[in-house]
């Protein structure tokens, strides 16, 4: 379980606004929409990318989706269930700031198991949450730093904790916002491994549902089952990938086959640029010609 | 490290010189028995020795309680030649040392109780305060509407210092004792209380939106967030306005108290019994010193997260 549905989402910032702009956005219609009449079904077990340039509202959606801000249209429903607000049937890793800076590792990751375990129903003991946290922290490679503050821990570091929170959470659906958006190459790609990793892992129990906000190309075909570009609030294209993992990253992206999907991204980044730079000529070209 | 034992070898010298010169030379004036500026000195160079030999694991300018001691020796030297044993500081303004550490040995028990009795109305006009600037300020700061109302107003009242209002608080308040607390709760509130105010305000977003989606309770919200996030600052702020409530205290206990250490030296003042008014002092710094440590062994005890 953990089918994804969103139907006709629209998402605007400006809440005060009159209510004939209201009215024509519950309609969907107006400027400032973020999100502009998104659908989309994301499968039980399937690992979504959601890719575009910045600004574009990849984040935007993926908050929508985590319940941290109500569609001002539209509506989200987790199998079958209209979502309403956050929920623990979610997990979500942001880019930064994912762990409490005053709690260890083991900590950051007990309490998010703890939640879970309480708002599910689950009754665990402690020592049942001190266990199920230590085995996540050593599927990530961090039981030795069990002990930590966030502060003394690397950016790659504090994002295999948060990870390992958002899996032993054991939720239906797992929410990444550019988790290793702040990362170095190098330490971007073994946590990208990791991942890729862990999914393989997670084939032999039960796969979980992923939505993972990327603007890394390569890191998207690494991942994913389904990469879904987005540009200016709307979806532009969507594109199954599907191979096995695990997916070596030196022989899986010179792969003719990915290397077209790879093409086919790229030309989408850049006509979306294309795109806006001509809106903006146009409207310069507007503002600076004179009517007779 | 030979800087280190120079600096030993200048401060024991001087010590050998400052205890030499009590011991052998002769009286001008009349003083009572060296006993109790001895112990005294030896207590002085005892958290020395202390000081020092912590300092080489911890500290890193070891010379700084070298360079303290070497200028405390030479202070002490300076006034004991200058009154016992040449005579040629006033005799009533400047108290032979002989005389002051007297103090300690004949009214001990005395100071001690002014001591309890002076602690007793700091601390609780500095907890209560604390912790009501503590309170107030977290759920001022975390209500957006309470916080536009009440941090102007809190921003105008914060500065005038709580003093000003000694005549209405003796009038308003059951006793005595209550108004000098209340002075010193206010002194220590308003501080606590903007600074909860703006610390909470600051919670960064990243972490209400990490606190929202695991779904935390309000309970859970209180303890397991605001309150790890504030607590540093709260003791930042205790460490600070431990000065404040101390200069209250003082003020307090100078206008209409009957006990307390700032009761002992305006009384000693009355009396120009000057060698009562330096031990009430010495005992001042000793307090405050002692307190200070207390709250940075605080601080550093339950700071452990940046």
């Not at chain 1, 991204?265 to 000529?281: I, N, P, Q, S």
């Not at chain 2, 030999?53 to 070298?66: A, I, T, V």
Request: net charge neutral; charged share 20%; aromatic share 10%.
């Amino acid at each position: 379980m953990g089918a994804l549905v969103l139907d006709d989402v629209c998402f605007s910032y400006s809440d005060d606004l009159d209510l004939f702009t209201r009215r024509r956005r519950a309609a969907g219609e107006g400027e400032d929409l973020v999100l502009k009449h998104l659908s989309l079904t994301v499968e039980d077990g399937q690992f979504l990318c959601l890719v575009g340039h910045s600004g574009c509202g990849k984040t935007t959606l993926l908050r929508t989706l985590a319940g941290l801000q109500a569609p001002t249209a539209g509506s989200i429903a987790i199998d079958g269930k209209p979502l309403d607000g956050p929920g623990l049937d979610r997990s979500v890793v942001f880019q930064n700031y994912s762990l409490f800076p005053w709690m260890t590792a083991l900590a950051n990751v007990e309490f998010g198991v703890r939640q879970a375990s309480v708002e599910l129903g689950r009754g665990l003991t402690k020592a049942q949450v001190a266990e199920v946290s230590r085995s996540y922290l050593a599927r990530v490679g961090m039981e030795k730093a069990a002990d930590l503050h966030p502060y003394q821990l690397s950016g790659g570091m504090q994002q295999r904790v948060a990870i390992a929170r958002a899996l032993a959470m054991d939720t239906e659906i797992l929410l990444f916002d550019e988790p290793f958006g702040a990362l170095d190459v190098r330490t971007r790609r073994d946590l990208q491994e990791l991942m890729s990793a862990l999914w393989v892992e997670a084939d032999r129990d039960r796969r979980k549902t992923a939505v993972f906000v990327t603007h890394d190309i390569d890191e998207a075909l690494l991942l994913a089952d389904r990469i879904v570009f987005m540009s200016d609030g709307r979806f532009l294209a969507d594109i199954p990938v599907g191979a096995a993992r695990p997916r070596d990253p030196e022989e899986f992206l010179r792969r003719p086959a990915v290397r077209l999907i790879q093409d086919e991204l790229m030309g989408l980044f850049y006509d979306a640029v294309e795109t806006r730079r001509d809106l903006a000529d146009r409207e310069q070209v507007f503002e600076g010609s004179v009517t007779p | 490290m030979r800087r280190i034992v120079v600096e030993f070898v200048i401060a024991h010298v001087l010590l050998a010189a400052l205890v030499g010169v009590i011991l052998l030379m002769p009286d001008a004036r009349k003083v009572y028995p060296a006993t109790a500026l001895l112990v005294a000195i030896g207590v002085i160079e005892l958290c020395y020795l202390l000081a020092l030999f912590r300092g080489r694991k911890l500290d890193p300018f070891p010379s700084g309680s070298s360079d303290i001691i070497c200028a405390v020796w030479v202070l002490m030297l300076v006034w004991e030649l200058s009154s016992t044993k040449l005579g040629i500081a006033h005799s009533v303004l400047i108290p032979s040392p002989e005389n002051v550490f007297y103090v300690f040995q004949r009214s001990g028990p005395e100071l001690w109780a002014n001591v309890v009795s002076s602690l007793e109305l700091l601390l609780s006009g500095y907890i209560l305060g604390t912790a009501l600037g503590v309170i107030l300020g977290v759920v001022v700061g975390w209500v957006p509407r309470l916080r536009a109302m009440f941090y102007p107003i809190a921003n105008v009242l914060a500065p005038i210092p709580s003093v000003i209002f000694t005549p209405f608080l003796v009038i308003l308040m059951p006793s005595y004792r209550w108004a000098a607390i209340m002075v010193i709760l206010l002194g220590v509130f308003w501080p606590q209380f903007l600074s909860m105010i703006l610390r909470v305000g600051s919670l960064p977003q990243a972490i209400t939106d990490n606190a929202r989606v695991l779904k935390v309770s309000n309970w859970t919200m209180i303890t397991k967030i605001i309150l790890p996030f504030i607590v540093p600052d709260v003791l930042k702020n205790m460490r600070v306005s431990l000065t404040t409530g101390f200069l209250m205290l003082m003020y307090a206990e100078s206008f209409g108290a009957k006990s307390g250490i700032g009761y002992w030296i305006s009384n000693a003042n009355v009396f120009a019994n000057y060698a009562n008014i330096v031990a009430g002092v010495i005992t001042c710094g000793m307090t405050v010193t002692a307190l200070n440590y207390l709250t940075a062994w605080l601080q550093k005890r339950f700071t452990t997260w940046r």
